[in-house]
């Protein structure tokens, strides 16, 4: 019997790159999936390569800053598949999605809004729609995707920063208040990893050879958090040691 058999998997951004990733690995290893991102058309399609797995797959085309839209997806997960174990808060924004990517002093209040709803108040919204359904079931893992970005800043993205560290502020805190209910909350924050296909050297650096990561590597440390039932309130840095200091030899 698969490891995940029976289980359910909430995933935002799920219609590409990491997040389709970690959706994919959760329906190989016997979970169904809530396949939630905006494009609709790239949700569809990887549900319906999560049903070619053998397990069932839902598709939820909405904005993860939509909240009555996300609590009503989660509401139809648990009429269809009975609960939901696993939370991954993966879908993300910063400025360069509106191609406004600029210094701090420049940025516009509208599009520091757009960033702290997308990464904050999106993965807010998920966590308070799954967290009934976990509770009543004494089980569930929160996993929030951040970024090496809240650990080391970023030029050019300061409100990206901000809320990939608020996602990590939040794991720690809601860790504490729902570990009587079995309930795990951690964050993964990865470096630079291939988006598309394509490698991000000029992000890299040092470490790992000189490599950009995978999206598979970030999919493997969110399924070993799927597992464990004793890390809680902590953020593993998967960078291929992009933020380590200089160090000498
Ligand atoms: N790729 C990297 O180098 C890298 C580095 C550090 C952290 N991360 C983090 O990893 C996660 C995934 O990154 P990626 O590179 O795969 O991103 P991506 O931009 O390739 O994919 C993001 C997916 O989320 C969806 N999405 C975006 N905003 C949404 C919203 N408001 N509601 C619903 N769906 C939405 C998009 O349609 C897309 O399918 C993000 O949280 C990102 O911040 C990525």
Known sequence: MKKFAGRTAFVTGAGKNIGKEIALAFANNGANVIVCDYNADNATAAAREIETLGVGALVAACDVRD????????????????KIDFLVNNACGSAGLLNKLSRFIDAEPETLDFVLDTNIKGSFNCAQAVLPSMIENKYGKIINISSIAAICGLYDRV?????????????????????????????????????????MEHMTYLGKNGHSGTPKEIADTVLFLAENDYITGQNIIVDGGRTLGPGSR
């Open 159 to 199: 409100d990206y920063a901000a809320a990939k560290a608020a996602q990590i502020g939040m794991a720690k805190a809601l860790a504490m208040e729902v570990g009587e209910y079995n309930i795990c909350v951690n964050c993964i924050s990865p470096g630079a990893i291939e988006r598309n296909g394509v490698a």
């Open 67 to 82: 909240r009555k839209a996300i609590f009503s997806f989660a509401k139809e997960a648990v009429k269809q598949f009975g």
